[in-house]
């Protein structure tokens, strides 16, 4: 990665953030949690949802008394296969975590389980959740919406009308393949932590991600983050954003009827995420020597694609031709498990100067933050 980032070993990565996290009143156990998750997306290779989250939204959200640190979620059932999740303004990571295996639970018994969540914040990386259920043997549907954090604009405008609602998907493959297949995305061109990151490296925005009013490209990250100028494109960009745009709009539904949260255009919005996951025992319909032989099969298939070295995969993925859904993070993880986790340096100063304000030990900090 060279002079602009560092690289640190996983366990000391997860121990400084733990560390960091239980200076800023959170306990051990919630702590090691999200510690856990957000090093756990920068090993997936998914640095925007890692731990520079802590330095540049959950710190001032716990300062605000938007994120209670020592808040724990509330599990209530409501029928054989539903269960209502309160975050009671926690972590999301814990509320997401908690909300997934309680739904395995039920779905490991009953076959399906829908779980509706609210009053979380910011629920991190979706597909965390769902690798927590495939490990499990579950199948994962997951829909997220935040209409407080409006960032996104309808096709045919600049004005920012959305959240970028996520939408996730995981299949268990039973061996089939060394990994589960998940695809976890955002119904914008990219997620919004995409161009926050960039206003720590420096580096512009690829054209037909954020749109500016007259319809050309804004580039520049700070004008989008500090000026609040132009808006993100839905899934799909200039050329068809529309459907991206009908995802965003079904999910924000999904979501808000399932979990009696806010939506988009209400005259008070309700904090936080809310969110819809449905987990399925995938062995009720099928045995897992046919899923598995499924995966293997569209893993062959998906091998034997042609790949043309002129054909660009598009300036949001490094990820590489030929592979599957959930394919980069297993390689990413392997990879950074091995070597270390790569930061910005520009994230390691300011989570750097975070612990000192909160006063963690200097022996504590990792060299180079």
């Known amino acids: 990665m060279g002079d602009a980032h560092l690289t640190i070993p996983e366990r000391e990565l997860r121990d400084f953030m733990t560390e960091l996290l239980g200076r800023m009143d ?17 090993l997936a290779g998914h640095t925007s949802h890692g731990v520079r989250q802590l330095h540049s939204r959950y710190a001032e959200e716990i300062a605000a008394g938007v994120i209670d640190p020592a808040a724990e979620p509330t599990v209530t059932p409501k029928s054989a296969h539903a269960l209502q999740v309160d975050g009671q303004r926690a972590f999301g990571h814990l509320v997401g975590a908690a909300a997934t295996d309680a739904g395995i639970e039920v779905a490991t018994d009953a076959g399906v389980a829908l779980v509706s969540i609210a009053n979380t914040a910011h629920i991190g990386r979706v597909g965390a959740f769902a690798e927590q ?13 935040n209409p407080a954090s409006a960032y996104v604009a309808p096709p045919g405008s600049a004005q920012r009308r959305f959240s970028t609602n996520p939408i996730c998907l995981g299949m268990p493959t039973f061996g089939g393949l060394a990994f589960p297949l998940i695809a976890d995305l955002s119904t914008s061109q990219v997620a919004h932590g995409k161009i926050k990151e960039r206003t720590v490296t420096g580096e512009a925005l690829p054209t037909d991600w954020v749109v500016q009013a007259g319809g050309g490209d804004l580039r520049d990250a700070d004008a989008f983050e500090a000026d609040g100028m132009g808006a993100l494109r839905p899934l799909g960009g200039a050329t068809a954003g529309h ?10 539904v999904f979501a808000a009827v399932m979990t009696g949260g806010s939506i988009s255009g209400m005259d008070e919005i309700v904090f936080g995420n809310h969110a819809l996951f449905v987990l399925i025992d995938p062995t009720i319909l099928a045995s897992r020597s046919l899923i598995a032989d499924r995966a293997r099969t569209i893993g062959r298939y998906i091998r034997e694609t042609i790949v043309d070295p002129e054909v660009s995969l598009g300036a949001a ?10 394919e980069p993070e297993h390689r990413a993880r392997q990879r950074n498990e091995r070597v270390g986790v790569s930061i910005p340096r520009g994230d390691a100063t300011l989570l750097g100067a975070l612990a000192a304000d909160v006063g963690v030990a200097p022996t504590e900090v990792p060299r180079g933050f």
Request: aromatic letters at 4%.
């Open 317 to 326: 993925t490094d990820a590489g031709a030929g592979l599957l859904p959930g």
């Open 133 to 145: 259920a495939a490990a499990a043997g579950c199948a994962f549907i997951g829909l997220v919406a």
């Open 26 to 42: 959170t306990p051990p156990a919630t702590a090691a949690t999200v510690a856990a998750l957000l090093v756990g997306a920068d």
């Open 243 to 252: 459907k991206g745009y009908a995802l965003a709009v079904l999910n924000e």
